[in-house]
């Protein structure tokens, strides 16, 4: 797999029929290794051992509902009291960021109001803090390190 601007970490990985499979940590499994997987569990490795994101604290890939719409954020991360605080939209190292990644993440956190969200494609990271009253942007020039 690619090389990605994140600090490197060891995956267990193993060969199956279908392809390659990478052991998530945080939901207990071995899942499908794609580009986008290999930047999710990078990233969420990142938040946790790098930021200091509580393992207990970070959901990733679950059902959230907007309107009828199913939708399913990559990472949440929440902070001590159970709140959303971060949301994580990951694409494949190939992929360019973009205004429609912003709006993806942006219609999750129409149902989730977290303050900040973060967009990466493991070489290019872009986290903006959102003010819920006004739903104003200001990107920032560092993700937020976890605090209680």
């Known amino acids: 797999m690619e090389e990605l601007n994140l ?12 392809g390659r499979d ?21 990233f969420v490795k990142f938040l946790n051992e790098n ?8 959901k990733m890939e679950f059902e959230v509902r907007y309107n009828r719409l199913k939708k399913r ?7 001590s009291l159970g709140e959303p605080f971060l ?4 694409k494949a190292p190939g992929i360019r960021i973009s ?5 993806q993440v942006a219609v999750y956190n129409q149902t989730l109001r977290a303050r900040y ?12 803090e959102q003010n819920l009253k006004t739903g104003t942007f200001q990107f920032l020039e560092k993700i937020p390190v976890y605090k209680d």
Do not use: M
């Open 7 to 18: 600090p490197k970490f060891r995956f267990k990985v193993r060969e199956t029929q279908k």
């Open 73 to 79: 954020p990559d990472i949440v991360a929440y902070n």
């Open 87 to 90: 949301i994580v939209e990951c």
């Open 99 to 103: 205004n429609d990644t912003f709006q």
């Open 22 to 42: 990478i052991w998530d940590e945080f939901r207990k499994k071995y899942v499908a290794l794609t580009p986008e997987e290999w930047v999710r569990q990078h």
């Open 51 to 58: 930021l200091k994101y509580p393992k207990s604290l970070l």
């Open 117 to 128: 969200l973060v967009v990466t494609n493991g070489l290019e990271h872009f986290c903006c």
